[in-house]
């Protein structure tokens, strides 16, 4: 990305295009800190939430930082929006892993699920925090065990209607999906079981079919991702198919949503996913890639940059050469 000198400050100039596996600068020339994220529209712009893993922070704490963009291309770091001690004595290496952060149109607030554990994986809860603000700052609330069950990995989504879902991992039963109350603030309905051992759960809906991606449980180690289709959200869901080729592990990926964006002239669905670094966490990198999609079928095409247009909802794949 260039950098122009102007008055003393570097200014960084607008990138045209997401580079999947780079390093991923936001307008301050830091590499993004958003791990295990979600992205919410509000009005005309992105929020993406995600896991802050920057270097130096104190280990006392867990944090969750906010980016804003209206391109989804170049992101502006708002804030950490979560700096959060142990909330339930947990000990030390007490896990936040996994936000992702709702809007409710009726309460005006934005509520914040995520993973919350020890360092055994034994608690398997998740917890819930409160903002007035997209860019915070959150307030824990309370946590729990969606539908009485453990939970670990957990994922969003909302549905064409506004309705808003929790997706999460219980290791002994499966793949939850399941539908907030009114106000965001419980997990209130099954709408399914899937019996699968999946984590990294992602849903969209697109053009009358509902697509499930999950992971496979090989913690912080790549694999092969699977999807499936059902034309409900209750089932019955078809068997599950790879999403790239199994060698490739996803591209060292794993899946932590699906963004769809409906343009004037057609709609586009991007995978999200994490490259995880766990032995230097802040050097993560994303895989972000538009799908093929439709049909009953679903492909993650090998990454390359590209470029997205939001307004009629066309992507474009840039030669690696420009």
């Given at each position: 990305m260039t950098g122009l000198l102007l008055t003393g400050q570097i200014l960084l100039?607008?990138?045209?295009?997401?580079?999947?596996?780079?390093?991923?600068?936001?307008?301050?020339?830091?590499?993004?800190?958003?791990?295990?994220?979600?992205?919410?529209?509000?009005?005309?712009?992105?929020?993406?939430?995600?896991?802050?893993?920057?270097?130096?922070?104190?280990?006392?704490?867990?944090?969750?930082?906010?980016?804003?963009?209206?391109?989804?291309?170049?992101?502006?770091?708002?804030?950490?929006?979560?700096?959060m001690s142990d909330p339930e004595n947990l000990g030390k290496g007490w896990i936040l892993e996994r936000p992702k952060v709702f809007f409710n149109a009726e309460t005006k607030k934005y509520v914040m699920y995520f993973h919350l554990d020890d360092v055994t994986y034994q608690y398997a809860r998740v917890g819930i925090a409160i903002s007035d603000r997209a860019d915070g700052n959150f307030r824990f609330v309370k946590s729990l065990r969606p539908l009485g069950r453990p939970s670990r990995d957990i994922g969003?989504?909302?549905?064409?209607?506004?309705?808003?879902?929790?997706?999460?991992?219980?290791?002994?039963?499966?793949?939850?999906?399941?539908?907030?109350?009114?106000?965001?603030?419980?997990?209130?309905?099954?709408?399914?079981?899937?019996?699968?051992?999946?984590?990294?759960?992602?849903?969209?809906h697109f053009e009358g079919l509902y697509y499930v991606i999950g992971s496979q449980l090989s913690g912080w180690a790549p694999n092969p991702n699977k999807y499936a289709t059902s034309k409900t959200l209750t089932g019955p869901w078809t068997a599950f198919n790879d999403i790239a080729p199994p060698g490739s592990n996803t591209y060292q990926s794993q899946s932590t949503m699906m963004l769809k964006v409906v343009g004037t002239n057609a709609t586009a669905v991007i995978f999200m996913a994490d490259q995880w670094n766990p032995s230097h966490q802040s050097d993560s990198r994303y895989l972000w890639m538009p799908l093929e999609i439709g049909k009953g079928k679903l492909w993650l095409p090998k990454p390359q940059p590209w470029t997205i247009d939001l307004k009629e909802g066309a992507v474009k794949l840039v030669s690696k050469k420009q």
């Open positions: 100039a607008q990138d045209k295009t997401i580079n999947p596996g780079a390093i991923w600068p936001d307008s301050d020339g830091n590499h993004i800190q958003a791990h295990g994220g979600g992205i919410i529209k509000i009005k005309g712009t992105y929020f993406w939430y995600g896991e802050e893993r920057r270097k130096g922070l104190d280990s006392n704490f867990r944090y969750v930082s906010c980016y804003s963009s209206t391109d989804l291309i170049n992101w502006k770091f708002r804030n950490d929006v979560v700096k969003q989504f909302i549905d064409d209607d506004g309705s808003a879902f929790l997706i999460f991992e219980d290791r002994e039963l499966g793949f939850h999906i399941a539908q907030l109350s009114a106000d965001y603030m419980n997990v209130e309905k099954e709408m399914c079981l899937i019996k699968m051992p999946l984590e990294g759960g992602a849903l969209v």
